[in-house]
Structure formats: C-alpha cells, structure tokens
C-alpha cells in the first residue's frame, strides 16, 4: 500500500499543527480508505465543508472531541499497537489551490486531518488533473491499497451518511440503488423492477440548466426512434431541479420515466453511484484560476522569451453555472469510451454529458466554447 501512497502523495504530509508525517506511515495505521479533499482557503463554501468534515472525521475515528481543532493528526511515530476498528482506517488529506502561504497556514491550522504540503505545488496540479477536479469543494474517496476510486462524490457522503454507518461507501448495483417506484409524468407509477431485462439510460439533468434543455429535445426524439424500433429501453430521469415544481414542469416534457423528486435519499446514491456533481460558483473559479495562473504565466513567458507558440493554452469559460446533464446507460458488459463527433451520428444516445459552463482556469490543448457538451460515450452492466 505504501508504494501507491508515496507515489500520489510523495513522502511527506503536514498536520494542522505544521508536523511532518511520512506517509508510509499510513500503512503501519492500517488506513484503508483515503479521502482527497481539494479546496482553498478563499472559498466560502470550503470553510463550511472544513467544519462540517471535521465533525464527520471525529465520528468516524471516535475522537474524544469533533470539531476543529479537534486534534492535530496523526503524529509521525503514529502505529496502531492493535487492528484499528474499521471506521478508524479512514485518513484524509487536503490538496490546496492557495497561492498564500499564510491563507494555507491558517486555513490548515484547525484541520485534524492531513494535507499535502504547502511547497508541493506541481504535485497538487497533477492530482487536480488526475482526478478531473473542476470544482471545490471536492471529496473523493479511494481505496489506500488499489488506488481505486471508491466515491466521486464524498459531498453527499457526508450529508446522507452523517454517521459513517455505509463505511466504506463502495458503489453498490444499479438494480439495489434504483429498487423503488418510478413516475411517469401522468402520474402512472410502476417498480423499477419492471425494467428487468432492459437497456436502461439514467438522465441526470435540470430545467434551470439551458445546455440540459437542448439536450432534452435532441434526447426525445432518439428515445421515440428507439422506442418504435421494438428496443427493450427506457431512460430514468433524476432531477437536479431546485422545486418540485420545477420538476413538474420539466418532466411534463419527457416521455420517459423519473425517480420521485421527494425521495431525496434515492436521488442522492444514484448521484454518488455515477459521481455526478453540481454547485454553484461562490469563488471556487477563483481558487482553481489560483492554482493555476502561475504556472500558465511561466510557461507563456518561457516559450515568448524564445519567440514560440506555448504548447498550452490557458483559458476562462464564460458562464456562471456549470450545468448538471449527464446520460449514463446501464447496457452491456464492459464499459467503453469513445468521442463522437456529434450526438446525431447514433441514433442510440448512450452518452455522458458534461458541460463545463462553471467560469475554470485549465490547462487545454484544444480550445472549446464555453457551455460547449464534452460527450462521454460509454456502456456498462446490463440490469440484469
């Protein structure tokens, strides 16, 4: 396990306190689980998340005290004399976007988990790249030993198992996430369990999101082609609306089906299954252009001062929200990626879409438009 962790983290972490812990230390504790928590201190949402995080992490390890400041971590000689109860082999470490040491310093101070350190500047672009972060706060869980990523979304961890009673929160099938009624916009309900046997779609979207709309008329007619074909299909709608509504409104235009907009909670794992985000902007544009804004400012004068094109260029998306669609089929055994050139060259949509309309600073070799769909074609496990 050591050898993956020092690989990601190198081979020092920081505590609150500012003490150095090796990480193949973490291994001796028998950590199990580690959490990425990526933020900034000038990030608003960031410090409610801290507060929140650390009353979770207390539980979890049954601290005496879960709060900020709650403990410094884990100290470098830190050993487990015994098997630590499964709970405690959770660890968490901070992958700031600040420019400002003593923002980082203070922001830091209270944590009572660990952080990469501050001078660690190009270790943390590469995880902010690995792990596609394109907003903050993110929470990501994975597995300490494989390497493997557990839980995109540790956000909605926090908020649905407050008490850490579904550790390690792996994903569970499709077919126990979705187990429930299903709606259709005339008020028909039938169990989900009707669908046994289908190719299944799970639309992620929302009718204050205009990228989502468009999508949804392009998504209707590809749905009636399918339909009339005779195909064992159907699409599930999980609302991202802020109303009922909103969702009234929205679901009166599709055809298809929906998950109930009161049950919460089961809109909520299908959002953790498939890693589905959505926040607004509160700042964290700002933290990730931080991150990134010296660096792109050293490469372009590098390549100006030998009269060159940078090989990268750095942009700024032009929209204030970043929109929440995205289509994730449940139809085959093995899950493949590929990009089409457009939507209309398949008349089965089996994609997943995700516009970053959220103003971001990233580092791109292709300049898009902002709003612009990146389209993520992929097939997974049949329902069955």
Same mark, same amino acid.
């Given at each position: 396990m050591s050898g993956f962790l020092e690989e990601l983290l190198g081979e020092k972490l920081v505590t609150g306190g500012g003490e150095?812990?090796?990480v193949h230390s973490l291994s001796a504790r028998g950590i199990s689980l580690l959490g990425l928590y990526f933020g900034c201190s000038l990030s !608003? +949402? @960031?410090?409610? =998340?801290?507060?929140? =995080? !650390? !009353?979770? &992490?207390g539980r979890l390890r049954g601290d005496a005290a879960a709060g900020p400041g709650a403990g410094a971590g884990p100290g470098p000689g830190a050993g487990a004399a015994a098997e630590p109860e499964p709970? *405690?082999?959770l660890e968490i470490v901070f992958v700031s976007s600040d420019q400002d040491q003593r923002q980082w310093q203070d922001f830091v101070r209270d944590m009572p988990w =660990?952080? =990469?350190p501050y001078k660690e500047k190009h270790r943390k672009l590469k995880l902010w790249n690995k792990y596609r972060i394109s907003n903050i +706060?993110?929470?990501i869980f994975l597995d300490a030993t494989t390497g493997k990523v557990v839980c995109r979304n540790g956000l909605l961890v926090i908020r649905d198992d407050p008490e850490g009673l579904e550790f390690p929160w792996g994903p569970k099938p499709f077919r126990e996430v979705i187990a429930g009624p299903l709606l259709r916009n005339n008020g028909q309900s039938l169990e989900s369990s009707s669908l046994e046997g289908s190719h299944v779609g799970v639309y992620f979207s929302a009718?204050? @999101?205009p990228p989502c709309r468009s999508l949804t008329r392009v998504l209707v007619e590809s &749905? *009636?082609?399918i339909k009339e074909a005779g195909q064992k299909f159907e699409i599930i709608f999980v609302s991202a609306d802020r109303s009922e509504d909103s969702f009234k409104q929205y679901f009166s235009e599709m055809p298809w089906l929906a998950v109930p907009y009161t049950d919460e909670a089961r809109r909520s794992r299908l959002n953790r299954l498939y890693g589905i985000q959505d926040s607004e902007d509160d700042g964290e544009s700002e933290?990730?252009?931080q991150l990134i804004q010296p660096i792109a400012e050293k490469i372009i004068a590098k390549y100006k001062a030998k009269e060159e094109e940078a090989p990268l260029l750095f942009f700024v998306a032009g929209e204030l929200v970043r929109a929440p669609c995205s289509f994730h089929t449940v139809s085959g055994s093995q899950e493949r990626r590929r990009q089409p050139d457009t939507l209309s060259q398949h008349p089965f949509i089996t994609s997943s879409v995700a516009s970053s309309a959220k103003p971001c600073w990233s580092p791109c070799r292709q300049l898009k438009s902002p709003g612009s769909a990146a389209v993520e074609w992929r097939e997974q496990s049949r329902m069955t």
């Open positions: 150095e812990v090796d !608003a +949402p @960031c410090a409610q =998340l801290s507060a929140s =995080l !650390a !009353a979770f &992490y709970r *405690r082999r =660990l952080a =990469l +706060p993110s929470l009718h204050w @999101c &749905y *009636r082609k933290a990730a252009k």
